[in-house]
């Protein structure tokens, strides 16, 4: 069993910056890939970077420009610097890992942690 504990989410204002942290802990097999979704009330979720364990990276074009996703592979934690946040910016923001088991893919999410940029 794998968990994804985040944190760094909060309040900010509009302008400002955020770091999330997403660390893995448990049985992990073979990582290949920690992202993080955000999902807004009344909004589909949405992919809102991704890297990958060679350290490929992948960004919503919402976020180009502003975010920056880092992993460290010596401790599975996933990181999401947020610059130059917008109101538009707030959701609720889902870590995820993606690992090869058991001849496939499994996903595996953590909780949530909200951001909320209001002034």
């Known amino acids: 069993q794998v968990q994804l504990v985040e944190s760094g989410g909060g309040l900010v204002q509009p302008g400002g910056s955020l770091r999330l942290s997403c660390a893995a802990s448990?049985?992990?097999?073979?990582?290949?890939?920690m992202g993080w979704y955000r999902q807004a009330p009344g909004k589909q979720r949405e992919l809102a970077a991704a890297v990958t364990y060679g350290g490929g990276t992948n960004y919503a074009a919402s976020v180009k420009g502003r975010f920056t996703i880092t992993g460290d592979n010596a401790k599975n934690t996933v990181y999401l610097q947020m610059n130059s946040l917008k109101p538009e910016d707030t959701a609720v923001y889902l870590c995820?890992?993606?690992?090869?088991?058991?001849?496939?893919?499994?996903?595996?999410w953590g909780q949530g942690t909200q951001v909320t940029v209001s002034s």
């Open positions: 995820y890992l993606d690992e090869y088991y058991n001849g496939g893919d499994r996903r595996t």
């Open positions: 448990g049985s992990l097999f073979s990582l290949y890939r």
